[in-house]
C-alpha cells in the first residue's frame, strides 16, 4: 500500500494520522487500525470507481469500496461503524487525502522550481552582455 503513496513521507503520514485522531477521537482506533491497512496491506484500483483493500486479518480477502462512500465489511453494513466510518473507509479517505496533499507539494515545488530556472536564464542572459564588455575592456 506504501507505494501508493510514494512521494509522502512517513512524517507527513504521522502528523495527519495525529491531526484526524485529534479531531475525531472518537474514530482513534479505526483509524489506528486504517493507519495498518495502508502500511501493511494491499491497496488496489480495480475501477474509476471501486477500490479494495485487502483484510486486516485474513490476507488475501479483500473489501471492496466503492467511491469511498460504501464498503462491503461487516461493520459497514451492519452499521455498527459510526457514521459509515470502517477502518477501509477511513484508509481510503486517508490516502485519498494524503495524496491530493502531495500533489499539491509537489506543483508547488515543480513551480518554485520553474521560476528559479527563469530567474537564473535572466540572470545569464543579463551577464553575459557584461562579462563580455569586460573581456574587451581588458584587451584594450
Known sequence: MLSVLTNTTLQEIKEYVSAAKERSPHLASRIDRALYL???????????????????????????????????????????????????????????????????????????????????AAMVILQQPTQGLKLSARRA
Open 38 to 120: 495502508i502500511l501493511m496491506r494491499d491497496f488496489k484500483v480495480t475501477s474509476e470507481t471501486t477500490t479494495e483493500i485487502e483484510s486486516e486479518t485474513e490476507e488475501g480477502r479483500y473489501y471492496h469500496l466503492t467511491n469511498g462512500k460504501t464498503c462491503n465489511c461487516a461493520d459497514f453494513t451492519r452499521k455498527n461503524a459510526p457514521n459509515g466510518w470502517c477502518k477501509h473507509r477511513l484508509a481510503f479517505f486517508i490516502v485519498t487525502k494524503l495524496e491530493s496533499m502531495t500533489q499539491d507539494r509537489l506543483a508547488s515545488t515543480e513551480q518554485r522550481l520553474r521560476d528559479l530556472e527563469a530567474r537564473l
